[in-house]
């Protein structure tokens, strides 16, 4: 099975940047795209990041995606932290060859 | 604007079966190009995708909840729903229903209903 693996948590003050990593256990994490999502307690998921790099409509350009083929891995950077960015982050993407959508296991970013 | 809403019972006893509908607001669930899913999240945990289905009633399933799964589609009602058999206190999580962009080499969800929690216990 495809896993991705997301650190536990993140923390940083408010005005820095923060990097949230996504490595993917198998394949080539660029022959899907990627997805990042936050999550604030008691809330549904929202996109922030959609195709690896790209922000829906109301998102702030503080939030990037990349992709780094050589580490399998994505990546969600988060510029001029706030504290409302405060939340839990999960990446997903999907395993063409079991046609399985998967999600990491979620990143709790405390902006302090 | 699109809403998808989660209905269905909140406490669901050991061995039953869990069951769930989402309806759709806003669009038609006839969408081309858009799955419809269910995800899952138990409590302080992270996000479990269980399947989607397509308005034509193409379903892909989660591996693991394969044998257990079944999602449903009613076009005429604007609805999509889910049925879990055999649960345990395991699935014990807030489901989720998403509109789920679902391409080769893509798949994004979009929209998602507020959640509903599901306890099992006797």
């Known amino acids: 099975n495809f896993m991705l693996t997301q650190p536990h948590s993140v923390s940083e003050s408010p005005g820095k940047t923060v990097t949230i990593s996504c490595t993917g256990s198998?394949?080539?994490?660029?022959?899907?795209?990627v997805q990042w999502y936050q999550q604030r307690p008691g809330s549904a998921p929202t996109t922030v990041i959609y195709e690896d790099n790209q922000r829906p409509s109301g998102v702030p350009d503080r939030f990037s995606g990349s992709i780094d083929s050589s580490s399998n891995s994505a990546s969600l950077t988060i510029s001029g932290l706030k504290t409302e960015d405060e939340a839990d982050y999960y990446c997903q993407s999907y395993d063409s060859s079991n046609h399985e959508v998967t999600f990491g296991g979620g990143t709790k970013l405390t902006v302090l | 604007q699109l809403q998808l809403q989660e209905s269905g019972p909140g406490l669901v006893k050991p061995s039953e079966t869990l069951s769930l509908t989402c309806t759709v607001s806003g669009g038609s669930i006839s969408s081309s190009s858009y799955y419809w899913g269910w995800i899952r999240q138990p409590p302080g945990k992270g996000l479990e995708w269980i399947g989607s289905i397509y308005y034509s009633g193409s379903t892909y399933y989660n591996p693991s909840l394969k044998s257990r799964v079944t999602i449903s589609v009613d076009t005429s009602k604007n609805q999509f729903s889910l049925k879990l058999s055999s649960v345990t206190a395991a699935d014990t999580a807030v489901y989720y229903c998403a509109r789920h962009l679902f391409r080769p080499g893509h798949t994004l969800f979009d929209y998602w209903g507020q959640g509903t929690l599901v306890t099992v216990s006797s």
């Open positions: 198998s394949g080539s994490i660029v022959s899907n795209y």
